[in-house]
């Protein structure tokens, strides 16, 4: 009987595994074409293939990688496929491919400037080779000559084959496939320098409605915001401040309905908020700058560090839902606030639920939970 049982288990965890995976399936529709990259350009131009600029940190090629793209090409070396997402309108969204088409769309002098350059605070000179287009090649690994040459100065039979030459082009189709787009481009950001969870929320779900990313861009230069977490540049660039609003945004009235660890659930919320277009901007603007002042008036400017003085982002979300979720109470005594902070720095189940594994969605839960109570109290 226990046999027959766990068999019957098992066939159940199939048929489940199953069915899942044909759901899967039906959701994603794809395609692939063979297109040259003069077409690829052409579309680019007109509109009908769109690159955005919020996927710009990728692409950091140095000057002999994009070398040694052009000379794949001239040397008939296979190049990898480009992946992407068509809309209703049949457009175009480069979802994974942009070094090698930004490289040839560039070389040929007809890439937009904000793609040109790699870091709006990196002093790179407005005529590095790294900034403008129609650049000049670096000598190749195997054809050294082509140092020097650009579009304009390559002999014409060696443009017209680049041109000519032939790009594989995965093709993403479907009703409602943001979801599926983001999980796609995580899947496949096999570029020199990964993007982040938030680099990723901020290209897709923009394309949808930027609504929710402006005011996360505008709450990441309040200055309050920017004092008191203080955030290498390193981490900036990486626009992890802006997963920190994105944090407090997402928990703050939803913490009973955490089902899911910390990048699930802020995707998961990033993507609602944008579809259902209800998105409460003024609220949750008034309420974010509103905590960030008394925590400035009330406490020093390692509210959100540690003793050894390294941000904690269990502090910080701790102490912002917590001031929010009770502020009337803050309201009348900001004075408090001091207090309640260092009670929750020192708190034992606090701590408990701030350890290893500290992103899963019970620690998240408990978290949130005892810091509401720490300032509820």
Not at 173 to 193: D, P
Not at 328 to 349: C, F, G, H, M, N
Request: glycine residues 6%.
């Amino acid at each position: 009987m226990d046999n027959d049982l766990k068999i019957n288990e098992f066939d159940d965890r199939i048929s489940d595994m199953e069915r899942q995976i044909n759901d899967e399936r039906a959701r994603l529709s794809t395609d692939r074409m063979d297109i040259s990259f003069g077409e690829l350009i052409n579309m680019y131009k007109v509109g009908e293939l769109v690159i955005r600029p919020e996927y710009q940190r990728l692409f950091r090629w140095k000057g002999h990688q994009k070398t040694a793209l052009i000379e794949s090409i001239l040397l008939g070396i296979p190049i990898p496929p480009i992946f992407v997402a068509e809309d209703e309108d049949g457009v175009w969204e480069l979802v994974d491919g942009l070094q090698r088409l930004s490289t040839i769309i560039s070389f040929f002098g007809s890439l937009d400037k904000s793609l040109l350059v790699r870091d709006p605070d990196e002093d790179i000179g407005e005529d590095s080779e790294e900034n403008k287009n129609k650049w000049e090649l670096e000598s190749g690994d195997l054809v050294g000559g082509l140092e020097g040459f650009n579009v304009d100065t390559l002999p014409k039979k060696y443009v017209i084959n680049i041109k000519r030459a032939v790009c594989r082009v995965e093709i993403l189709r479907g009703e409602s496939n943001t979801a599926m787009k983001y999980e796609l481009f995580k899947r496949l950001n096999s570029g020199g320098s990964k993007l982040t969870a938030q680099e990723i929320r901020n290209a897709i779900y923009r394309g949808v409605d930027p609504t929710l990313n402006k005011l996360i861009e505008k709450l990441s230069k309040e200055e309050n915001f920017k004092r008191l977490v203080s955030l290498s540049a390193q981490k900036k660039q990486e626009l992890y401040d802006q997963e920190l609003i994105l944090r407090f945004i997402a928990f703050l009235n939803n913490i009973d309905t955490i089902n899911s660890n910390t990048e699930k659930f802020l995707d998961r919320f990033m993507e609602k908020s944008v579809r259902d277009r209800g998105f409460d901007v003024g609220y949750y603007e008034s309420i974010f700058i509103e905590v960030m002042k008394m925590l400035a008036d009330a406490c020093s400017d390692d509210v959100f560090r540690n003793e050894r003085n390294a941000f904690v982002p269990a502090y910080y979300e701790g102490i912002m839902i917590g001031v929010a979720q009770n502020i009337e109470k803050y309201r009348e005594d900001p004075v408090l606030i001091a207090e309640k902070v260092e009670e929750l720095k020192t708190d034992t189940d606090f701590k408990k639920y701030s350890g290893s594994a500290s992103n899963s969605k019970n620690r998240i839960k408990n978290r949130l939970k005892r810091a509401n109570t720490i300032f509820g109290g």
